[in-house]
């Protein structure tokens, strides 16, 4: 770990000065109480030092929920319209920089830059949208049974929120947690992934620079036992609101528990696109190697099974492994390209001993499967692949894998297809190709997931629809729309009597 002090440049390899980034506590950009620091590198070159960040501990959490705690009266006191309109200049600051924040995002965690676009777009979006909230915070009214007296629902703010981020959509998911928080009076503290804190402190930068009050946003670098851990376990953290692994999901949902905190959770999936015999093929192709390919394979909601009917099975995956085989993979910077790196040397080798199992399960490997070599070298690339003929309770047909493998399986029909696709432990997204309503309504019905599309890929959310999965997927919350405001915030029911006497309800008729 290099040693250096927030703000100052310090010396990357051959490429000059990179930036040292600190926390941000209390509106200040503060080191690491250790002073430690650690290196975030470009995936698709792993000689490219992108700057170095705050290698945090518990120390800095109890700052940074300290500062989050000391600032809620104020925040809380701001009327909810104000607030939404410093979330409404945090947009149009997103909206100037877009570009660059794209950019710094891409050399981050490596997607390319139609995709780095969008997801900074998709924070944008969910900026834009939470600000409106700040005029509509709409409670109820309903008549008393007694006369004389009235009645209400207003929502009120938590607290303080610990946010933990995953690195596949480094500001679009922290902005998703975030701005809910904020519109409604809650302070917050983020953590963001290690492999992306730049775009973090990207979307800090827009919201101080938008005019929010010190304190108000917290964010803390570094590892997640380092920094998570002591952040969702904090007595002062009222909402934690977590995406990642389920692996990890399980173990926020158990911090939470004791102290009965609000506790979201968005985790894993296993999507599945459904291709039926009367299919638009072409379409379901392009679906599929979107969905299958876009980010790597590496989104929640990526399409990483095809259960396809026998009828066509044959047709699709000819087109589907000519198109994968095509894809132009490399860095995600360069226009041309279609799929970049897998974020880190982890998460490639996870990909490999996929490929490994899937092969010893008896799958037919029908593309890809290999790392890249030579000019991709540097970085952590590997071939998009497919696997052809899996059986439902193949490991590589079950099991998340967050990489650049789609397998395809074939049913005889509909009602099998729908089987398969519910088999899966998560429950985020489907989709069928299908020009049959009939057949679109049932899949529409039948599949238990949080997302369904008809004639599109997996992927593609906005934000004014709640997302969010079912099973090992989620724990019942939603983000985005205005579903993303329930974790964040309490009911209160109000009850105004102005009869001047004793009213008693269900008694009194
Ligand atoms: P991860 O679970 O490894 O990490 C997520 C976050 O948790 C990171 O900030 C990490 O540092 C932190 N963390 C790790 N260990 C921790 C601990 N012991 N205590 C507290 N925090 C800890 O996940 P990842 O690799 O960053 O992301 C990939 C996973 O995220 C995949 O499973 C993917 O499906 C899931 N994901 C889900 C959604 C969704 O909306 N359902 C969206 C994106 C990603």
Not at 70 to 86: D, L, N, Q, S, Y
Not at 418 to 433: F, H, K, M, R
Request: hydrophobic content about 40%; glycine content about 12%; some cysteine.
């Amino acid at each position: 770990m290099a040693e250096t002090a927030a703000g100052a440049p310090a010396k990357a390899r051959g490429t000059g000065s990179v930036q040292a980034h600190g926390n941000y506590v209390g509106g200040e950009w503060v080191p690491a109480a250790s002073g430690r620091t650690f290196e975030n590198r470009n995936p698709a070159d792993s000689s490219d030092l992108i700057g170095t960040f705050a290698d945090s501990g518990p120390e800095d959490v109890e700052r940074a929920v300290t500062a989050a705690r000391e600032a809620f009266p104020r925040w809380r006191a701001v009327p909810a319209p104000k607030r939404g309109e410093i979330l409404y200049r945090a947009a149009e600051i997103l909206v100037r920089r877009k570009e660059e924040f794209s950019r710094d995002m891409t050399r981050e965690m490596g997607k390319v830059l139609a995709e780095t676009r969008g997801d900074v777009q998709e924070a944008i979006d969910m900026t834009y949208y939470m600000a409106g909230e700040g005029r509509r915070q709409f409670g109820q009214t309903t008549p008393s049974e007694m006369q004389n007296k009235f009645q209400m629902s207003v929502r009120q703010p938590v607290g303080v929120c610990g946010l933990i981020t995953p690195w596949n959509f480094p500001m679009a998911i922290p902005s998703w947690k975030a701005m809910p928080a904020l519109v409604l009076g809650n302070t917050v503290v983020i953590k963001p992934a290690t492999d992306t804190p730049l775009s973090v402190v990207n979307l800090v930068r827009a919201l101080e620079e938008a005019g929010l009050p010190g304190g108000v946003v917290n964010m803390v670098t570094g590892g997640g036992g380092a920094v998570g851990s002591p952040l969702m376990r904090h007595p002062d953290v009222g909402v934690v609101s977590f995406t990642g692994s389920t692996g990890v999901g399980r173990m926020v949902s158990e911090a939470c528990a004791p102290a009965f905190k609000h506790c979201h959770l968005e985790m894993g999936g296993k999507n599945v696109i459904m291709v039926m015999e009367d299919a638009n093929l072409e379409l379901a192709v392009d679906g599929a190697v979107w969905g299958g390919f876009g980010t790597t394979g590496q989104r929640c909601t990526a399409a990483s099974r095809v259960v396809v009917h026998e009828k066509v099975s044959r047709d699709f995956t000819e087109r589907f492994v000519a198109r994968a085989r095509a894809l132009r993979v490399g860095d995600g910077l360069d226009p041309a390209v279609e799929m970049g790196p897998c974020v880190n040397e982890a998460q490639l080798k996870t990909v490999e001993s996929y490929v490994a199992i899937g092969r010893g399960e008896g799958a037919k490997l029908l593309a890809g499967g290999s790392r890249l070599g030579g000019e991709h070298a540097r970085g952590y690339f590997h071939e998009p692949t497919i696997f052809g003929d899996c059986s439902p309770d193949m490991r590589v047909a079950r099991e998340e894998i967050f990489g650049p493998v789609v397998s395809v399986i074939p049913v005889p029909s509909l009602e099998e297809a729908i089987t398969v696709g519910n088999s899966v432990e998560y429950g985020l997204s489907a989709s069928i190709y299908t020009q049959d309503i009939n057949k679109a309504f049932v899949a529409m019905r039948d599949m238990y997931t949080g997302i369904f599309y008809v004639n599109a890929p997996t992927i593609g959310a906005e934000t004014h629809l709640p997302f969010g999965g079912t099973k090992n997927t989620g724990n019942g919350h939603r983000e985005a729309c205005v579903q993303a405001l329930e974790v964040f915030s309490e009911w209160k029911s109000i009850y105004i009597d102005y009869s001047g006497t004793l009213q008693r309800a269900q008694i009194d008729t």
